[in-house]
C-alpha cells in the first residue's frame, strides 16, 4: 500500500562488496574543485544517510531484514494510509531538499550517480502514491496473512530470551496490523478497487492452512508457525521450564491475536468476492487506462515506452526464438512441428522428476550442481563475485498455493543469513526437467544473487543505494545471466539449451500477454492459450503465470525489456570500443553502482566508453 523510498527499498535486494568507486570515475584535475567536490560530496553524503536512518527507523521489518534487532525488534511497521500519506509528504519534501541544498554540477562522478538514482527513486515514489490502492491487497503473488508468518520465520532470528519474547509480542501485535490490513482493503473496495476473482481461492486456503496444527486443532501435530517457534527455544541454551514459558506464552498469543486475525481476513476476503471485477485486466478498473502507464514506467523505468510499442516488440521476439527452437528440434532428430514438440516436453515422462520427497531433493541437488559448475570459469567474466553464500531450498508446504514457481531471497548484510533461491515444488509433474538449468542461472548464479548481492556489498556508496530497486534492472539482469551462461559454454546438453530459449520465449510472450491484458483488453483465457501456443509451459503453469500477470500489471515487462538495454549496452561498448573491451569490466559497470533506472545505467555506460576512449588515447 505504501509506495516511499523504504518500501522501494525493502522490495529490492541486499548484500556487502569489495571494490569502491566504479571503473568509470574520474578524478578532478583542480585540486580546488577537488576540494569542493569532497565537500558537496560530504554534505551530500549525510543528507542521504540522515534519510536512510529516518527511514530504517520507522521499519522493524526493514531493520530485522538488514538483520538488526533494537528497541523495535517486537513490532511490525505501521501500514495505515494515514502513514502512506505522512511518507508521500516526506518524500515530496526531501526530493525538493535535494535539488534546493545541492549543487548537481560541484559533485564528483560517483555522487552525481547516487544523486541520480535518489532523485529517480523519489519522483518515481511521488507519481505512484495517487495509485497507491490500485495495487491489489491480496492476489495470487501476495498473501498479506502469510506474510508475517513467512517473515518469523526466515528473518526472526532468536538468539536469547528477549528475541523469543520479540517474537512472541510480534504475534501479539498482528492484531493491529491486521487491523489496518482490512482498512485498506476496505478503503480500496470504496473506491472500486477488488482483486481478481481468481485470487480468493488459493489465498484462503494458505490463510486456512496457517490454523491446522496446535495450537488451533487437536491433530497431534504443531502449526507451521509454533514448530518453528518451538525449534528455535529448544535451540536456546535455558531451563527447561523457562522454554516451556515461553512456549505457553507463544501458544496463548497464537490461539488469540493471531488465530482472530487471520479469521478476521478470510472473512473479509470472503465477503468482497461478489465485488470483484472477475478475472479482467486493469483495463476494468476505475482510472485503469492511467494506472498501467504508471506500472510500464514503474517496471521498465523507460519514459515514452508504450503498450502499443511493447507489444510490438513482443510479437518480434517470439517470432525470432521460435525459429531457434526449430534449430533445437533437428539437433535432437524429432520427427514433427514445433507444436507437436511443445507436447511432447510437455507429456514426456522422461522430462519429469518423481513426485516424490527422492524426486524433490533431486531437483534440489541438480540445481545446486549447475550453480557450482558456474563458478569453475567465473573469473572470466566477473572481476567481483558476491562474498554471500547462496542455498537452494524447496519453498515450505504452507505457502505452496501463493508462492511464485522460483524467487530468490536476499541475504542479510552481517552474512547471518544466505541468499536463497526457493523453488516451489508443489506437484512435480509440472517441474519440466529441461528448464532447471537456465532457471537456477536466473534465481541463483550468475543471475539475482550476484546482482543482489554485490549490490548489498558494495562499499563507498550512500547506505540507500545498496537496496534501491528497479524492476527492469534486475529482472533484465536475471534474463540476461541465462544467456550469459550459455556463453559461459553451458547448456551442453540440446534440451537443456532449448530450457534456456523456453524460458526467454517466455518472457517475450509476457510483454504480448501483459500488454494484450491491460491494454488491449484480452480475456485470460486468450493469454493462457498464447502461452501455450508458443511455449512448452504446461496448461496449469500457463494458467498460474497469467495470473499473476493479470495481478501484478507490468511487472513481466521488466524482465525482456531490461535484457533487451543490457544488451544494446553491451553491443555499443563492444563496437566502440574494440580491443579495448573486456566483459569483466562491462559487468562492473552494470553491478558496481547497485541497481539503477535503465536510463542512468545507458549515461554510466557511456561514460565508461568515454573514460576508456580517453585512457587509451
Known amino acids: 500500500?505504501?509506495?516511499?523510498?523504504?518500501?522501494?527499498?525493502?522490495?529490492?535486494?541486499?548484500?556487502?562488496?569489495?571494490?569502491?568507486?566504479?571503473?568509470?570515475?574520474?578524478?578532478?584535475?583542480?585540486?580546488?574543485?577537488?576540494?569542493?567536490?569532497?565537500?558537496?560530496?560530504?554534505?551530500?553524503?549525510?543528507?542521504?544517510?540522515?534519510?536512510?536512518?529516518?527511514?530504517?527507523?520507522?521499519?522493524?521489518?526493514?531493520q530485522a531484514q538488514l538483520g538488526m534487532k533494537g528497541d523495535r525488534y517486537g513490532e511490525w511497521d505501521d501500514f495505515s494510509d494515514e502513514k502512506a500519506v505522512f511518507d508521500h509528504e516526506q518524500t515530496k519534501g526531501d526530493l525538493e531538499r535535494l535539488r534546493a541544498e545541492f549543487n548537481y554540477d560541484d559533485?564528483?562522478?560517483?555522487?552525481?550517480?547516487?544523486?541520480?538514482?535518489?532523485?529517480?527513486?523519489?519522483?518515481?515514489?511521488?507519481?505512484?502514491?495517487?495509485?497507491?490502492?490500485?495495487?491489489?491487497?491480496?492476489?495470487?503473488?501476495?498473501n498479506p496473512i502469510t506474510f508475517p508468518v513467512t517473515f518469523l520465520q526466515n528473518i526472526h532470528r532468536v538468539d536469547d530470551v528477549s528475541d523469543a519474547e520479540a517474537y512472541i509480542s510480534r504475534i501479539n501485535n498482528l492484531d493491529v496490523a491486521g487491523e489496518q490490513l482490512i482498512d485498506g482493503i476496505n478503503d480500496a473496495a470504496e473506491r472500486g478497487i477488488v482483486p481478481t476473482s481468481f485470487s480468493f481461492d488459493p489465498v484462503t486456503t494458505d490463510a486456512k492452512a496457517l490454523l491446522k496444527g496446535a495450537p488451533f486443532d487437536d491433530s497431534g501435530e504443531d502449526s507451521a508457525i509454533l514448530a518453528d517457534f518451538r525449534g528455535k527455544v529448544d535451540a536456546l541454551d535455558i531451563s527447561d521450564d523457562e522454554k516451556a514459558r515461553l512456549i505457553g506464552q507463544a501458544e496463548a498469543a497464537l490461539s488469540g491475536a493471531f488465530k482472530t486475525t487471520v479469521d478476521n481476513f478470510v472473512a473479509r476476503v470472503e465477503e468482497?468476492?461478489?465485488?470483484?471485477?472477475?478475472?479482467?485486466?486493469?483495463?476494468?478498473?476505475?482510472?485503469?487506462?492511467?494506472?498501467?502507464?504508471?506500472?510500464?514506467?514503474?517496471?521498465?523505468?523507460?519514459r515514452g515506452l508504450t503498450a502499443k510499442e511493447i507489444h510490438k516488440i513482443g510479437l518480434k521476439d517470439v517470432k525470432r526464438?521460435?525459429?531457434?527452437?526449430?534449430?533445437?528440434?533437428?539437433?535432437?532428430?524429432?520427427?514433427?512441428?514445433?507444436?507437436?514438440?511443445?507436447?511432447?516436453?510437455?507429456?514426456?515422462?522422461?522430462?519429469?522428476?518423481?513426485?516424490t520427497e527422492e524426486g524433490k531433493q533431486a531437483y534440489l541437488d541438480q540445481s545446486k550442481a549447475y550453480i557450482d559448475a558456474i563458478y569453475e570459469d567465473v573469473d572470466q567474466y566477473f572481476n567481483v563475485l558476491p562474498k554471500a553464500p547462496l542455498e537452494v531450498r524447496a519453498v515450505e508446504e504452507?505457502?505452496?498455493?501463493?508462492?511464485?514457481?522460483?524467487?530468490?531471497?536476499?541475504?542479510?548484510?552481517?552474512?547471518?543469513?544466505?541468499?536463497?533461491?526457493?523453488?516451489?515444488?508443489?506437484?512435480?509433474?509440472?517441474?519440466?526437467?529441461?528448464?532447471?538449468?537456465?532457471?537456477?542461472?536466473?534465481?541463483?548464479?550468475?543471475?539475482?544473487?550476484?546482482?543482489?548481492?554485490?549490490?548489498?556489498?558494495?562499499?563507498?556508496?550512500?547506505?540507500?543505494?545498496?537496496?534501491?530497486?528497479?524492476?527492469?534492472?534486475?529482472?533484465?539482469?536475471?534474463?540476461?545471466?541465462?544467456r550469459l551462461a550459455k556463453e559461459q559454454g553451458k547448456f551442453t546438453d540440446p534440451m537443456q539449451d532449448f530450457g534456456r530459449l523456453h524460458n526467454e520465449i517466455w518472457r517475450a510472450i509476457r510483454l504480448v500477454v501483459d500488454t494484450g491484458i491491460h491494454s488491449k483488453k484480452w480475456t485470460r483465457e486468450k493469454a493462457i492459450q498464447y502461452m501455450i501456443d508458443n511455449?512448452?509451459?504446461?496448461?496449469?503453469?500457463?494458467?498460474?503465470?497469467?495470473?499473476?500477470?493479470?495481478?501484478l500489471p507490468g511487472q513481466a515487462l521488466s524482465y525482456k525489456v531490461g535484457m533487451i538495454k543490457i544488451l544494446e549496452l553491451r553491443g555499443r561498448a563492444e563496437e566502440e570500443l574494440g580491443d579495448d573491451y573486456d566483459i569483466r569490466d562491462f559487468h562492473d559497470v552494470v553491478l558496481k553502482n547497485g541497481a539503477v533506472a535503465l536510463p542512468i545505467l545507458e549515461e554510466l555506460v557511456d561514460a565508461y566508453i568515454a573514460a576508456k576512449k580517453a585512457e587509451a588515447a
Open 1 to 62: 500500500m505504501k509506495r516511499t523510498l523504504k518500501s522501494l527499498l525493502a522490495a529490492g535486494g541486499a548484500i556487502t562488496l569489495v571494490t569502491a568507486s566504479p571503473v568509470f570515475a574520474q578524478e578532478p584535475a583542480d585540486p580546488n574543485a577537488e576540494m569542493q567536490a569532497q565537500s558537496e560530496d560530504q554534505r551530500l553524503s549525510a543528507f542521504f544517510e540522515e534519510i536512510f536512518q529516518r527511514e530504517l527507523a520507522e521499519s522493524p521489518i526493514f
Open 321 to 355: 526464438i521460435r525459429g531457434e527452437m526449430k534449430d533445437i528440434i533437428k539437433q535432437v532428430g524429432f520427427d514433427g512441428s514445433l507444436k507437436e514438440f511443445f507436447e511432447f516436453v510437455r507429456t514426456d515422462p522422461s522430462n519429469f522428476f518423481p513426485d
Open 272 to 302: 468482497l468476492r461478489d465485488e470483484s471485477h472477475g478475472p479482467n485486466g486493469v483495463w476494468a478498473l476505475p482510472g485503469g487506462e492511467d494506472y498501467y502507464e504508471n506500472r510500464i514506467r514503474f517496471w521498465t523505468t523507460e
Open 535 to 551: 511455449s512448452p509451459t504446461t496448461p496449469e503453469d500457463a494458467a498460474k503465470e497469467i495470473e499473476r500477470y493479470i495481478d
Open 398 to 482: 504452507w505457502r505452496e498455493e501463493t508462492a511464485p514457481i522460483a524467487f530468490y531471497n536476499r541475504p542479510t548484510p552481517d552474512g547471518s543469513r544466505p541468499g536463497i533461491y526457493y523453488t516451489n515444488l508443489k506437484n512435480m509433474n509440472e517441474k519440466q526437467k529441461h528448464e532447471m538449468e537456465t532457471v537456477a542461472y536466473h534465481e541463483g548464479a550468475p543471475g539475482h544473487h550476484f546482482q543482489l548481492a554485490i549490490q548489498q556489498e558494495l562499499t563507498g556508496v550512500p547506505t540507500f543505494q545498496k537496496f534501491a530497486f528497479f524492476g527492469a534492472y534486475s529482472e533484465g539482469w536475471g534474463l540476461y545471466a541465462e
Open 107 to 142: 559533485l564528483s562522478e560517483q555522487s552525481k550517480v547516487s544523486y541520480r538514482i535518489f532523485e529517480f527513486l523519489q519522483g518515481r515514489a511521488i507519481d505512484d502514491h495517487q495509485y497507491r490502492f490500485h495495487g491489489y491487497a491480496f492476489s495470487t503473488m501476495n
